[in-house]
């Protein structure tokens, strides 16, 4: 496909086990003839490179701090901006004024602006045409700054929610003013968006889901005793819930896949109870153990929409999630599976119970789950979308809708 636009991702850390959507996405664009050079600031643990897919990923991605953290190239990057000194010191000023509150956010921004010199020099070089952002944190505030330094077009996808509970501090109505436009994962986040940024900018904010490749997902031998959970061992998942419930489930077994800074202690709170911790794994075996997974649960406290729930869907698992957020845009309740309360262990028991007794309900909403998927949230009609803003930004094409029914 001709005149495609070139693109360039940007994120804190790429490839990461826990953001893997990311990576799906980038391939789909690939696939749809875009070349798109992955950036990321930090180079990635060895721990999130989990498979083969993210061993070549991180071997082909640019990393701005690696570049940074050399003197002469760091300088040479800056004094190439600073041949067009209006521009320069109106990024400069960009950051000065887009900083957080106090000495240590003054600093902070300043070390983004050298950042994104760095990575204006390299989309420079490569002839990017088209920065996007994944997150909407510091990395774009570099990608943020990066085009005011350059001149690159830049859009970014915001997920929520945690971004939503400190807007000033990153500035995302700032954010949103400069970016092309905006990829909002839900109509929830798109509303949140438009808590802080001024309207006239709304119109460029649209819907594009994360998405998953429903091919991917098949389904195996399932017995009625299988729970599994994926995700980061960090307080806002509510995992503690999750446990507690399963001491009121004499029989079920849970998987918990995913690591972070809560699983010794969740690992003591679930000692005695029919638990597996199996720690991070390759997307290919997330997509194995869904096979053989009777339900999945999430009893988060605080969500986008997760990708997690779309591979279990995919996979025609029922799903036990709490009704936040875009969740609900994703999971119907008593369709797909099961929305609780967050935090209420004796609603989401109940809820498990439900399932775990009735094969036949759970095969029911399994089907469901996967045809909402394929429908809505496929992978390679999401990237579609996106390149359709990309297209249509770079040859000035009229604004599509909020979320496009029909994608070219």
């Not at 950051?95 to 000495?103: F, K, M």
């Not at 970014?156 to 990153?170: K, M, N, R, S, Y």
């Not at 279990?312 to 099961?338: C, F, H, K, N």
């Amino acid at each position: 496909m001709s005149g495609l636009p070139k693109l360039a991702y940007l994120t804190g850390e790429y490839p990461r086990a826990s953001d893997t959507f990311i990576q799906r996405e980038v391939a789909a664009l690939r696939d749809l003839g875009h070349e798109v050079l992955t950036c990321s600031i930090r180079r990635t643990g060895a721990e999130h490179l989990v498979g083969p897919e993210q061993r070549a990923e991180q071997a082909r991605t640019f990393h701005v701090l690696d570049t940074a953290k050399s003197p002469i190239r760091l300088i040479a990057a800056h004094l190439r901006w600073m041949r067009r000194p209006a521009r320069y010191l109106s990024a400069l000023r960009l950051a000065w004024r887009t900083a957080p509150r106090g000495l240590r956010g003054r600093v902070y921004n300043l070390i983004y602006f050298l950042e994104a010199g760095v990575l204006a020099a390299h989309l420079a070089d490569n002839r990017v045409e088209h920065l996007h952002n994944h997150i909407a944190k510091a990395s774009c505030t570099v990608a943020m700054l990066a085009s005011a330094l350059s001149g690159t077009r830049y859009s970014f996808t915001i997920h929520g929610p945690d971004i939503f509970f400190e807007p000033q501090h990153w500035r995302i109505d700032e954010k949103a003013a400069r970016a092309s436009f905006v990829a909002c994962i839900s109509h929830f986040c798109r509303s949140q968006l438009m808590c802080f940024a001024d309207r006239s900018h709304w119109d460029r904010f649209h819907i594009v889901h994360c998405g998953v490749d429903p091919a991917r997902y098949g389904t195996g031998a399932r017995d009625g005793t299988r729970l599994l959970f994926v995700g980061r061992l960090a307080a806002v998942k509510g995992l503690p819930v999750l446990i507690e419930a399963m001491r009121d489930l004499p029989g079920a077994h849970l998987t918990v896949i995913g690591d972070g800074p809560d699983r010794a202690t969740l690992e003591r709170q679930a000692s005695g109870l029919d638990v597996t911790f199996a720690g991070y794994q390759s997307q290919s075996a997330v997509a194995e153990t869904l096979r053989d997974t009777d339900i999945f649960v999430l009893p988060s406290f605080a969500e986008g929409v997760p990708v997690v729930l779309m591979e279990a869907m995919a996979a025609q698992v029922p799903v036990v999630a709490t009704r936040i957020a875009g969740i609900p845009e994703l999971v119907e309740d008593g369709i797909s599976g099961r929305l609780v309360p967050p935090g209420d262990a004796e609603a989401l028991g109940a809820a498990l119970r439900s399932l775990l007794d009735d094969a036949r309900l759970r095969a029911r909403m399994g089907a469901a789950g996967r045809q909402k998927v394929t429908d809505e949230f496929d992978i390679r009609t999401e990237a579609r979308r996106l390149s359709q803003l990309f297209r249509g930004h770079a040859n000035g094409a009229p604004t599509p809708p909020i979320r496009a029914k029909e994608v070219p």
